[in-house]
């Protein structure tokens, strides 16, 4: 059974910084394509970066260029770092294993003054 615990979420200024971490338990780790998404209010949810096993990456338009995704396969662990925050990022972030359904409790970012 996978399990994904999303950290490191929190209340941040416009222009600053965060970085998520998700560690992964229950499977496979390093053979698994990993994604970052998120769930703002009255939004659907919406894929913000992939990771392959390779460490090929993706971004969504609306992040490319502030947010950078990782992996740590030592440490069954994938990373969002986040760069130049704005307002509309703020949401609730979940990681997930890229072709199963399993969902972490997800970690809130607010950016906001």
């Known amino acids: 059974q996978v399990q994904l615990v999303e950290s490191g979420g929190g209340l941040v200024q416009p222009g600053g910084s965060l970085r998520l971490s998700c560690a992964a338990s229950?499977?496979?780790?390093?053979?698994?394509?990993m994604g970052w998404y998120r769930q703002a209010p009255g939004k659907q949810r919406e894929l913000v970066a992939s990771?392959?096993?390779?460490?090929?990456?993706n971004y969504a338009d609306s992040v490319k260029g502030r947010f950078t995704i990782s992996r740590d396969n030592a440490k069954n662990t994938v990373y969002l770092q986040m760069n130049s925050l704005k307002p509309e990022d703020t949401a609730v972030y979940y990681c997930k294993v890229l072709g199963r359904s399993s969902w972490g409790q997800g970690t809130q970012v607010t950016v906001s003054s």
């Open positions: 229950g499977i496979i780790f390093s053979i698994n394509a």
């Open positions: 990771i392959t096993s390779g460490g090929s990456t």
